[in-house]
């Protein structure tokens, strides 16, 4: 049978699997497994909430810094200047008329309406139903509209050849990348890199819409905001503090 | 329609010619399990026939549905298809001419470009094998 399979047997067996995986893992929660089975669905929607008064300069720092380490970004030897990829970075906000500087991790913000996605020619730059926006780089010609598009300077570009990337994210020459909120690590149940690092008050990632999650609990107790809310886009990542 | 068979069986020949002379380069972890009288893949013949199929459809679930299961994982392909110098200890590239990923497709005129971002060596202490 093997050996005369042909494209739609190819079709048909993989239909009728997927179907029974799918009957038979839907009563077993994510968390019985390490490794996620199922395609996530819009029941959930991640997020994270920043407190910037927890956060001191050091502390934004080294979570720039444990983002670099986890996905590998940051040794680009012949990028120059705007050409270097920021997944996360720091950022200096000061109020007019108070003087008061705030410093912030900003990155991706995981918007619900991601402009970034509206001007994708090819669909690569995507939203997942659990909220994670990110490029799907397989699809991605590197046109960069998504870098235009995005209000938060979030997206970079890779403009070197790159040799020994990590395993869980490959990353190449010619195509847009950006804060993927460690999707390799949140399908397995963990949390982002940056959040684990630092105090676990001062930044917390968690599921929105769970009113158990501690980040749903906190956003409906303390003032929160998404940076630019004028733009109506429903940021995934929230700040107070500032 | 005819032309459809044509071009398999020649797929099939080539692949299998290729196979007969290459037989070195199945990787450390792969002759592991050959060697233990084991087999990894349910039928060589459609392993190698359909992986451009099973790792295009891998790669979709896994980068937009978050699916993350090791079956068909391209990291799990490189892990036990990949060579040891054993001089140095150090893996050679699964993609380098001569190497796993390279003989086929070089016989057959394939050229990939998957291994421009994807690491084409195991990670220190990778183990993903299923």
């Known amino acids: 049978m093997h050996n005369k399979l042909n494209r739609r047997d190819f079709i048909k067996t993989t239909s009728i699997t997927s ?11 994510l968390t019985t497994f390490a490794q996620r089975k199922n395609p996530v669905t819009n029941a959930k929607r991640w997020g994270m909430l920043v407190d910037t008064n927890k956060l001191t300069e050091t502390d934004i720092d080294s979570m720039v810094d444990a983002c670099q380490k ?27 008329a108070t003087g008061k500087i705030s410093n912030l991790p900003l990155m991706c913000q995981h918007c619900e309406h991601p402009p970034c996605v509206d001007v994708c020619p090819t669909n690569a ?5 659990d909220g994670i926006v990110l490029v799907d780089k397989h699809l991605c010609i590197g046109c960069r509209y998504c870098m235009m598009a995005c209000p938060y300077d979030a997206r970079s570009f890779v403009h070197e050849n790159l040799t020994e990337q990590k395993e869980h994210m490959p990353r190449g020459k010619g195509t ?67 | 329609m005819y032309h459809w068979p044509i071009i398999f069986l020649n797929l099939l020949l080539a692949t299998t010619l290729a196979y007969a002379t290459e037989q070195t380069s199945l990787g450390d972890e792969a002759r592991m399990i050959q060697a233990s009288g084991k087999k990894h893949h ?37 892990y036990c298809h990949a060579n040891k ?42 183990n993903n094998a299923q």
């Open chain 1, 125 to 129: 730059s995507m939203r997942r139903e």
């Open chain 1, 176 to 242: 847009v990348e950006s804060c993927t909120l460690c999707v390799h690590k949140v399908d397995n149940g963990e949390q982002p890199a940056c959040v684990v690092r630092v105090n676990s008050e001062a930044v917390i990632f968690g599921d929105l819409y769970d009113p158990n999650s501690k980040i749903n609990q906190t956003l409906k107790k303390i003032q929160s905001t998404q940076i630019r809310a004028d733009l109506n886009l429903n940021t995934g990542v929230r700040y107070s503090g500032i």
């Open chain 2, 42 to 78: 349910g039928s060589e013949s459609l392993i190698r026939k359909m992986h451009p199929e099973f790792l295009l459809h891998k790669r979709d679930r896994t980068s937009r549905e978050g699916v993350r299961t090791k079956k068909h994982s391209l990291k799990n392909c490189v």
């Open chain 2, 85 to 126: 110098d054993k001089k140095t200890n150090q893996y050679y590239s699964v993609n380098k001419s001569g190497q796993f990923c390279s003989v086929c497709h070089q016989k057959v005129s394939v050229s990939i470009d998957c291994f421009a971002c994807h690491r084409n060596t195991p990670s220190k202490g990778a």
């Open chain 1, 70 to 96: 986890e996905q590998g970004w940051g040794g680009e030897k012949y990028s120059i200047g705007n050409q270097k990829p920021t997944w996360i970075r720091k950022l200096k906000v000061k109020d007019k």
């Open chain 1, 19 to 29: 179907l029974s995986v799918a009957t038979i893992a839907s009563g077993i929660t």
